[in-house]
């Protein structure tokens, strides 16, 4: 397999450094050792950078996996003790994992047991985002690839509402979820579910009552705080005894027993 621009660039550098002069390079000099060295000089020298997160074409860009965010709303669950690492990628629920070594020979006799780890199998992908329209460079997990393959891409598996999808997510992966949230695509979507669940397609729920009969709720409402309010601080200037004694009959079970 051909070695990656970034290889040859960053094996041309160390070369660069070590060779007497420049000159010597494109001269062919090197050229005798390995057809590899070759190919250096004919890199530019902009192709040493490397890749990049990518800009989606409308709204804010995609955030850092650390960076402060206060626009962003705090990860449930919190950034993970163990396994820091998982922090920074989609890692789903893998963490390192210890155990032994156990010799075929003496696993029955006197068994001889070497301390080992697992690492689990993380890699750094490219993941096309629908509703972006950009692919997002992230460190997924094997499991996490094939869970976003069985749900349709990573859209849906970063859209899973259920417990142990959020757990899964971990703290980038929560904000790559706030930040496809906001495109119009996802908001219409959302829109439309609503719609067919029977709720507004915009606003908060209130049983299927009007707009004039929730505002006379919320004045009643703002009416009863506010006398409450008053006459507490009223008992509290004239240093009144406050009766906290429970009415009769509070707390107490009715008895249900039939009369024979």
């Known amino acids: 397999m051909a070695p990656s621009p970034l290889t040859l660039a960053r094996l041309g550098q160390r070369?660069?450094?070590a060779s007497p002069s420049s000159s010597a390079l494109s001269s062919g000099l090197f050229?005798?050792?390995s057809s590899l060295i070759c190919r250096l000089a004919q890199i530019p020298q902009k192709q040493i950078r490397g890749y990049k997160q990518?800009?989606?074409?409308?709204g804010p860009p995609i955030p850092s996996p650390t960076a402060q965010r206060p626009d962003i709303p705090p990860y449930p669950l919190g950034p993970r003790r163990l396994f820091k690492q998982s922090n920074k990628g989609l890692y789903g629920n893998a963490r390192i994992q210890f155990g032994n070594t156990v010799s075929r020979q003496t696993a029955i006799i006197n068994p001889q047991k070497n301390r080992r780890k697992w690492w689990p199998n993380i890699q750094e992908k490219r993941l096309h985002s629908e509703s972006l329209g950009v692919a997002i460079r992230t460190r997924v997990n094997s499991r996490v690839l094939r869970t976003i393959d069985k749900v349709g891409g990573l859209d849906e598996y970063l859209l899973g509402s259920k417990p142990a999808r959020i757990a899964e997510l971990g703290p980038w992966g929560w904000r790559l979820r706030w930040r496809i949230m906001q495109t119009p695509a996802v908001q219409e979507r959302f829109r439309a579910e609503r719609v067919v669940l029977g709720l507004p397609a915009e606003g908060l729920y209130h049983g299927?009552?009007?707009?004039?009969?929730?505002?006379?709720?919320n004045a009643a409402d703002e009416l009863i705080t506010l006398g409450d309010t008053e006459e507490t601080q009223k008992m509290i200037d004239e240093e009144a005894v406050f009766d906290m004694t429970p009415q009769e009959g509070f707390m107490k079970e009715a008895d249900t027993k039939k009369s024979s």
Not at 54 to 58: C, F, G, N, Q, S
């Open 15 to 17: 070369l660069a450094s």
């Open 31 to 33: 050229c005798s050792s």
């Open 54 to 58: 990518a800009v989606p074409a409308e």
């Open 208 to 217: 299927g009552a009007t707009e004039a009969e929730i505002e006379a709720q």
